[in-house]
């Protein structure tokens, strides 16, 4: 059974910082590629950074320079850290994984609540 688990969330003031966790099992974690995404009410859900079994990472134009995603093999667990967080970031930030080899292989986690807000 394949569980993505997220944690780390909660509510932090303008220009805070966080760093959200999303801990995977029952997957071979060095072989998917891993993502962040998050979706705020009546909006859609949007990549916010994603990392490659390469360690090649991509971001959101709107947290480049603020957020960092990174991953440990050993821990089988994807971060974000966040900082200089702003209210626009407010979202329910959700853990991916996918993986291609001809057939796509894609998991979410549960989500977990970020509310940026003085």
């Known amino acids: 059974q394949v569980q993505l688990v997220e944690s780390g969330g909660g509510l932090v003031q303008p220009g805070g910082s966080l760093r959200l966790s999303c801990a995977a099992s029952?997957?071979?974690?060095?072989?998917?590629?891993m993502g962040w995404y998050r979706q705020a009410p009546g909006k859609q859900r949007e990549l916010v950074a994603s990392?490659?079994?390469?360690?090649?990472?991509n971001y959101a134009d709107s947290v480049k320079g603020r957020f960092t995603i990174s991953r440990d093999i050993a821990k089988n667990t994807v971060y974000l850290q966040m900082s200089s967080l702003k209210p626009e970031d407010t979202a329910v930030y959700y853990c991916?994984?996918?993986?291609?080899?001809?057939?796509?292989?894609?998991?979410w986690g549960q989500g977990t609540q970020v509310t940026v807000s003085s």
């Open positions: 990392v490659t079994t390469r360690l090649i990472t």
């Open positions: 029952g997957i071979i974690f060095d072989i998917y590629n």
């Open positions: 991916n994984a996918v993986r291609d080899s001809g057939i796509r292989y894609t998991y």
